[in-house]
């Protein structure tokens, strides 16, 4: 009897430990969905308030601050421009107040009546500041289009 309670007592701490876990892994992807839903939405003030202050993306050969981005982004407001963003998270690891993740980012973008499907592959180093976590770098590499299964 006491080894199946000690049995029981160590899959519950276990199963905490895990959902606690999985809880903080959201936590931490949460400011690049924000931020890549503020770069869609072409809102400068959304995509700065997930980053720190010497935030750098590199893109396929360019590097990118909060500066270079925002006045990107600038460029496309009030054009006839929709971008859906989807993640598919490979990998989400913390040690303290760092946080590096892996994931597949692809979106759906409809400019002029156009439809058009890009994705990349990302990594993103988030720090922990004042309890909130902020983006410190991330990395992109555009991957391209994969051709049509022949049936």
Not at 71 to 94: C, M, S, W
Not at 95 to 120: C, E, H
Not at 134 to 142: C, N, P, V
Request: charged share 25%; net charge positive.
């Amino acid at each position: 009897m006491r080894r199946f309670i000690f049995f029981i007592a160590i899959f519950t701490v276990s199963l905490q430990a895990f959902a606690q876990s999985k809880t903080e892994q959201k936590l931490i992807q949460a400011p690049l969905v924000r931020f890549f839903d503020a770069m869609s939405a072409q809102q400068p003030d959304g995509l700065t308030a997930e980053v720190t202050p010497d935030f750098s993306l590199l893109e396929n050969g360019k590097v990118w601050n909060t500066d270079s981005l925002t006045i990107a982004i600038v460029r496309y407001k009030g054009l006839d421009l929709k971008r859906v963003n989807h993640f598919d998270f490979i990998k989400t690891e913390q040690m303290g107040n760092v946080a590096w993740l892996s994931y597949y980012n692809t979106a759906d973008i409809t400019f002029k009546g156009k439809q058009i499907n890009i994705r990349w592959l990302e990594s993103a180093v988030l720090i922990k500041e004042k309890q909130l976590w902020k983006i410190k770098f991330l990395h992109s590499t555009e991957l391209k289009p994969t051709a049509p299964e022949k049936t």
